[in-house]
């Protein structure tokens, strides 16, 4: 099993930035990939950013260039930088890791909004 703890949402203007940062625990040796999703009310889940155990990174083209994922080098912790933020970035994000298996996280809200 594989534990998930996302903290760094908030409420932060058009334009602004955050950072968001997410904790694995339990069998973090297995995991292949870590990543960051979203969701906003009334849309499905969508990919934001992930990255392998080899540290290749993938990004959805709407955050291109805008949002950065890294992790630390005990690979025990992944973050979301996320820049020039817009109110369509609005959602709730959730951590997730994949060991063959898919695990979450509780996910925290990021509001972006004037």
């Known amino acids: 099993q594989v534990q998930l703890v996302e903290s760094g949402g908030g409420l932060v203007h058009p334009g602004g930035s955050l950072r968001l940062s997410c904790a694995a625990s339990?069998?973090?040796?297995?995991?292949?990939?870590m990543g960051w999703y979203r969701q906003a009310p009334g849309k499905e889940r969508e990919l934001v950013a992930r990255?392998?155990?080899?540290?290749?990174?993938n990004y959805a083209d709407s955050v291109k260039g805008r949002f950065t994922i890294s992790r630390d080098n005990a690979k025990t912790t992944v973050y979301l930088q996320m820049s020039s933020l817009k109110p369509e970035d609005t959602a709730v994000y959730y951590c997730?890791?994949?060991?063959?298996?898919?695990?979450w996280g509780q996910g925290t809200q990021v509001t972006v909004s004037s």
């Open positions: 997730n890791a994949v060991d063959g298996r898919e695990f």
């Open positions: 339990g069998n973090i040796f297995s995991i292949s990939v």
């Open positions: 990255i392998s155990r080899f540290g290749t990174t």
